[in-house]
């Protein structure tokens, strides 16, 4: 007879690290989950699904169980990730210094839904990861020049998961939006192939992949300056209901 354990822990999110005002950013809060799944290891891709958003500064229960970890509140389910096998798109490469040009056509620096989130918010340096995609000309591409932060390591000096998955997620958004224009994320799918280092200098880019009534499908990777790809993912976001 075979046993399966259940490891449980209580997770409480900084206020730093909010997307949406009163809740967590997508991509951290898949990421952090997401470790609790894989840990470390970087072997397969991990699928995410917000189920609902996740509050700030609240205890929360993170349980990594079998090949599922997930984030409630009470009985209420937030967030739950699973280890998948699939391949998907992952766009081409931008050179670091066209992909830092591409950012003064961030259309969220003319109206921005969420100007606090962690990822792409207008905070300073230091304190988000001030990643503000703009689209590349003659391309179908949004891209970044990212140049990750000292202030967002580990005790051990490292950069946690997380960080990465936060940068992959709200460009995906971007890819679709005008000035002021939202969505949630509703899913994001990442595989990561390195890691990445405080400091260090790196293109962030995305596409649209379609679009299905309010879902919204994205695409965005993650390289170092000499075009290695460092991780890859694709994602779903909801669109608010329009009123009856």
Known sequence: MTTTSELQTVLTVPARFRGPEGSANGGWIAGTVSEA?????????????LHAPTPLDTELSLCHLANTATLTHGD???????TVAEEFGVPDFVPFNEAAKAEGGFVGLVGHAFPGCFACGLRGPGDGLRIFPGPVPGTDLIAAGWRVPMTITDADGSVPDAILWAALDCPTGWAHFGPGEFALLGRL????????????????????????????????????????????????????????
């Open 37 to 49: 799944l894989h840990g470390a290891r970087h072997d397969s891709a991990v699928e995410v699904t």
């Open 76 to 82: 209420k389910l937030l967030v739950e990730a699973i």
């Open 189 to 244: 799918t990442v595989r990561i192939h390195r890691r990445i280092y405080p400091g260090g200098t790196y293109s962030v880019v995305a596409r649209a992949a379609g679009r299905e009534g309010r879902k919204l499908f994205g695409e965005s990777a993650v390289y170092e300056t000499d075009g290695t790809l460092v991780a890859a993912a694709k994602a779903t976001w909801i669109t608010p209901a329009r009123p009856a």
